[in-house]
């Protein structure tokens, strides 16, 4: 079993910056790609960014500009610098791990899933 724990969250102003770190323990397994999801209340579950074992990311259109994705193997994390913030990123953030070579966008391509933390960006 793999366990993924979320960290950074919390209340900002818009144009703030965070940094979303999540840490996996357990039986991990190689290769993996790590995403990021989030969750606004009362909306479904969206793909925010991604990134393969090797490093190749993918962001989505809502957040590419002003948001990175980056991994460090040797410490079972990925991060999420997101920059810029606008209260239409107040969301759940959850991060996600997934067997395979590849980077993946859709939900239920992962294979694990963390608890999630709340973000809130004030106007």
């Known amino acids: 079993q793999v366990q993924l724990v979320e960290s950074g969250g919390g209340l900002v102003q818009a144009g703030d910056s965070l940094r979303l770190s999540c840490a996996a323990s357990?039986?991990?397994?190689?290769?993996?790609?790590m995403g990021w999801f989030r969750q606004a209340p009362g909306k479904e579950r969206e793909f925010v960014a991604t990134?393969?074992?090797?490093?190749?990311?993918f962001h989505s259109d809502s957040v590419k500009d002003r948001s990175t994705i980056s991994r460090d193997n040797a410490k079972n994390t990925v991060y999420l610098q997101m920059n810029s913030l606008k209260p239409e990123d107040t969301a759940v953030y959850y991060c996600a791990a997934a067997r395979g070579n590849n980077y993946y966008t859709r939900a239920p391509l992962y294979n694990y899933w963390g608890q999630g933390t709340q973000v809130t960006v004030s106007s």
């Open positions: 357990g039986r991990t397994f190689v290769p993996y790609a």
């Open positions: 990134i393969s074992w090797s490093g190749n990311t």
